[in-house]
């Protein structure tokens, strides 16, 4: 080779290499357009009651779970459980939702257990897990468990504690409104907590090996020094929980709930390119508000469930109420990026 071959070959390696370099996963700008569904089951309510949604599709169709109140209304047979547990409803086009029935949750003998709410519901590896919280009388007592199930409906729980118990400096032992997503070869558990005062409500990150049982013992905690998201903006107030995530050309999409609820929550952004580190979108991470006054949800747009559907289009689920006194619904937006 001559050197002017020589000299063109680095220059064509040259403006590759910077080419590489700066033709890294772009951010996107995403665009909701909401849908026309509104959902609440009143199977234990006199007015529609339905949040903290998350879904799955399975055997062509899709199955929402969400948290449903403790019963006002009598029902015969008397139930077993009367206080707050996860509903399941199905549908066939992610907009008309018929209820199916309760979550039927087990422990590792077989027998009945209730309390579960605010579940993510992922299909990881052909398999349906589901990371919950249980729902005790004190707040701090929360922590995130871990079921399994093969048809939707029965899940078996895969040890009878919960499987992530922060350990902190900086926050209570309480995690609640799990998130897990793949990154490499670790799974990553988002959690929301509390401050050691309780008065705010944060985000912290843990691992797990991609694969393993999920247990207990292998959890690693990466939010050692503080929490990776805390409310820090005006529209946030004292709160930031539900995060819920999506990849999408390489480019990790969080979104998550503002603000407590009966405070006219509201739905924030956040982006990151190695699915650890977020950053929230300008100029103040806020994605999607409330309603106007006189809509359904003028009292809240608040804890958002994302799901990818098998043609890769991604929809957001969200919870929502006209008043902050108001019954909650469920709605959904077609999300695009641009």
């Not at 995403?30 to 309510?45: A, F, K």
């Not at 990150?205 to 247990?215: H, K, N, V």
């Not at 107030?237 to 819920?244: F, L, R, V």
């Not at 309603?291 to 469930?305: A, F």
């Amino acid at each position: 080779m001559n050197g002017m071959k020589k000299i063109i070959l680095v220059l064509i390696l040259s403006v590759a290499g910077l080419c590489f370099l700066s033709c890294g996963p772009k951010v996107r700008t995403v665009t909701l357009e909401p849908m026309p569904m509104l959902y609440g089951d009143t199977s234990r309510t006199y007015v529609p009651f339905s949040k903290d949604p998350t879904v799955i599709r399975k055997d062509g169709s899709y199955l929402i779970y969400y948290s449903v109140m403790s019963y006002e209304k009598p029902v015969t047979p008397e139930p077993a459980y009367k206080g707050w547990h996860t509903g399941i409803a199905r549908s066939t086009d992610l907009v008309n939702w018929t209820r199916v029935c309760d979550l039927d949750l087990r422990d590792t003998k077989g027998n009945k257990i209730y309390g579960a709410v605010a579940p993510c519901v992922k299909v990881i590896d052909g398999q349906i897990h589901m990371f919950y919280q249980r729902f005790w009388e004190k707040a701090a007592n929360n922590n995130i468990w871990h079921a399994l199930s093969e048809d939707g409906i029965t899940f078996t729980n895969t040890c009878d504690t919960p499987v992530f118990v922060p350990e902190t400096s900086w926050s209570i032992n309480r995690s609640i409104d799990a998130e897990v997503y793949r990154v490499k070869d670790k799974l990553i558990l988002m959690f929301a907590t509390r401050d050691k005062t309780g008065t705010y409500q944060m985000l912290g990150m843990a691992e797990a090996p991609y694969g393993s049982d999920y247990g207990p013992d292998k959890w690693t905690l990466l939010s050692t020094d503080g929490p990776f998201l805390k409310p820090d903006q005006l529209w946030e107030m004292s709160c930031i929980e539900a995060p819920t995530v999506i990849k999408h050309k390489g480019v990790w999409y969080m979104f998550y709930a503002g603000a407590y609820n009966h405070e006219q929550q509201q739905i924030g952004l956040t982006t990151s390119t190695d699915g650890i580190n977020f950053t929230r979108i300008q100029p103040d991470g806020l994605l999607f508000t409330h309603g106007d006054e006189g809509t359904w949800n003028h009292g809240e747009s608040g804890h958002p469930g994302v799901f990818q559907d098998d043609d890769g289009q991604v929809y957001l689920f969200f919870q929502g109420k006209d008043s902050p006194s108001g019954n909650y619904m469920l709605s959904v937006c077609k999300v695009s990026f641009k």
